[in-house]
């Protein structure tokens, strides 16, 4: 199979979704868009208790178990905690955040009555004409705080703005696309992977494509917590995540690359499912354009559903990703090459 992969779809489908904020566990927003996205496409959105979305496809063999590909809508975030005397906000994290690559990031803060109000990330230490230990102070949620982009003094000019316990805080995207291909953004980590899914719908709809078994392509909340893919439905055999892979020592890839975890910090992937990613690779990537790797500070829905108790096979690829976690950098064709293992797995090549 040698499919065609609109690259730049790609990237305008990941930008829309950047810029939707969605936040550890607040998806109004997402699911709009999402629902929007699916109808366009000819598709079903259903949601769970847990707020993971699904779509369903029928496959080939519906007697076969049922697939699912998973790439969680959740990205990094703030909650808020509590209010300081001037006004700002104390807030600790959604997942994990770099206190350092958000000091200055414009934000917004979504209020529990609906409203949403602009604020920034600063540290309390926040400027070298002022405090002598500026550049030295430690960035934590103890040393840094949001302050609301409005004239508020005192916690009850912020609570006057809806602004309570518990308003979630979504850090700005800055997306960037440049000619030469590479993305620059925040939450390329899992956004990426969810434009590769909604893609690759699009082209089971426009070609009449039927999966080898029936796949439930699902969107879970809180992956950035550790528990986004804990439930999954009764008749899925296999969970296959997609996420980001990584860059650095230990780590033979550059943002063009897709990779195949082997295993993560809760441990390996199912051995025989992973074998299978790999066929799949040797027959749909570029040559050059994959590989596989073990994330030692890193873990999946799939590993998620799989460490806690589903009976099903994990496994996991993905984009590689350059300074994740913080302003991400990646390359369109990590993320072609991702959806072209995507088309295969879910196509049933590779099996024996």
Same mark, same amino acid.
């Given at each position: /199979? ?20 969605? &936040? ?7 699911? *709009? ?5 699916? $109808?366009?496409?000819? +598709?079903? /959105? %259903?949601? @769970?208790?847990?707020?993971?979305? +699904? ?25 808020? =905690? ?32 609906? =409203? ?7 540290? !309390? ?12 102070? &430690?960035? @934590? ?15 009850? *000019? ?17 997306? %960037?696309?440049?000619? !030469? ?8 980590? *899992?956004?990426?992977?969810? $434009? ?8 089971? #709809? ?24 804990? +439930?999954? &439905? ?47 690779? %040797?027959?749909?990537? *570029? ?27 994990? $496994? ?9 976690? #913080? ?6 064709? $990590? ?11 879910? /196509? ?5």
């Amino acid at each position: /199979m040698t499919p065609k992969i609109d690259a730049r779809y790609l990237t305008d489908t990941l930008k829309e979704l950047v810029e939707v904020d969605s &936040p550890v566990g607040y998806y109004n927003d997402i699911h *709009d868009y999402l629902r929007g996205k699916f $109808a366009e496409l000819g +598709y079903e /959105m %259903e949601v @769970d208790n847990k707020a993971t979305a +699904y779509v369903r496809v029928r496959g080939r063999d519906s007697q076969a178990p049922a697939v699912c590909v998973g790439a969680h809508l959740d990205t990094i975030g703030l909650i808020v =905690r509590g209010f300081n005397d001037d006004g700002t906000l104390r807030v600790r994290q959604l997942g994990g955040i770099n206190y350092h690559s958000i000091e200055g990031e414009t934000c917004r803060v979504h209020c529990r009555d609906g =409203r949403v109000v602009v604020g920034q990330v600063i540290c !309390n230490k926040h400027s070298v004409h002022v405090f002598e230990d500026c550049k030295s102070a &430690p960035r @934590d949620e103890n040393t840094m705080s949001v302050s609301l982009v409005a004239d508020v003094c005192c916690p009850a *000019d912020a609570r006057a703005l809806g602004v309570t316990e518990g308003a979630i805080v979504s850090i700005d995207p800055q997306f %960037e696309a440049f000619d !030469n291909g590479y993305i620059v953004s925040r939450h390329i980590d *899992d956004k990426a992977a969810v $434009a590769v899914l909604i893609d690759t719908l699009r082209w089971l #709809g426009e070609t009449g494509e039927r999966p080898a078994a029936d796949t439930l392509f699902a969107f879970p909340i809180y992956e950035e917590i550790g528990h986004g893919g804990s +439930y999954v &439905p009764a008749e899925v055999g296999e969970y296959v995540a997609l996420d980001i892979t990584l860059i650095g020592p230990d780590y033979d890839a550059n943002e063009h690359h897709v990779g195949i975890i082997a295993s993560d910090h809760k441990g390996p992937y199912d051995w025989e499912l992973t074998n299978r990613l790999i066929r799949c690779a %040797e027959v749909a990537c *570029d040559a050059d354009k994959w590989n596989t790797q073990v994330c030692f500070r890193y873990s999946t829905d799939a590993n998620a559903a799989y460490t806690l108790g589903a009976n099903l096979r994990s $496994a996991a690829f993905g984009m590689a990703c350059l300074n994740t976690h #913080g302003r991400e950098r990646c390359h369109v064709d $990590a993320i072609v090459e991702t959806e072209k293992l995507c088309r295969a797995y879910v /196509m049933g090549e590779g099996r024996g």
